[in-house]
């Protein structure tokens, strides 16, 4: 699959690149993506929410009533769950949700989202660029040479590019990475994908693994 090359003025240079089909042709496996997406959204969570059982509430120890003869349930303790201000009854308690997936089937996952973005059309592939300073107009006036301006952006850089970085950094709807960065989750959550032409030979190198 070829694609044009573009300048970051949104202006064909006349090349073209070849997508490679080991990875942007690829049979799409769903259960590999539905996986590695909910490995990504698992490890996002903190897992620090905690409530206090029973036995680490503070209150009296008194048995708060006779045992029999009021016509109502039995009850020790003020700090039961039953009653307010008691402990919580099977209330959360810190957890870690990180899921582990071996290298392959994420491999396979990322190759999936990729072959659907190809089959989309939502693939740009720009030479590469940089910036002599930290300005994000700079950044906007690129997403709007691409018509971009509606879609949530996805840019892929094969070194780091720190000015770039910085410059996008404030707009929600773009997001750039490095090669190594890249998940089937963000790959997925784009509209378009922009890879600079450095950033192929990285990618492939990576998935071919």
Known sequence: MKVAVLDYKGKDTGRKVELSKDIFEVKPNDHALYLDVKQYLANQRQGTHKSKQ??????????????????????????????????????PQPRDYDLKLNKKLKRLAR????????????????????????????????IKALNLEDKKSLFVFGAPNNNVYLSSRNLKGSDVVMCSELSTYKILNANQLVFLESSLNEIKTNLSK
Do not use: C, H, P, Y
Request: charged content about 30%; glycine content about 12%; hydrophobic content about 35%.
């Open 111 to 142: 190759k999936s989202a990729l072959t659907i973005k190809a089959k989309d059309k939502a693939i740009t592939v720009l030479e590469d660029f940089e910036f002599d300073a930290v300005k994000t107009k700079n950044f906007v006036s690129v």
């Open 54 to 91: 029973r036995a680490e509430i503070i209150g009296s120890t008194r048995k708060i009533k006779k045992q029999k003869g009021t016509g109502t349930a039995r009850a020790g303790s003020i700090k039961s769950g039953i009653f307010r201000g008691g402990g919580r009854i099977f209330g």
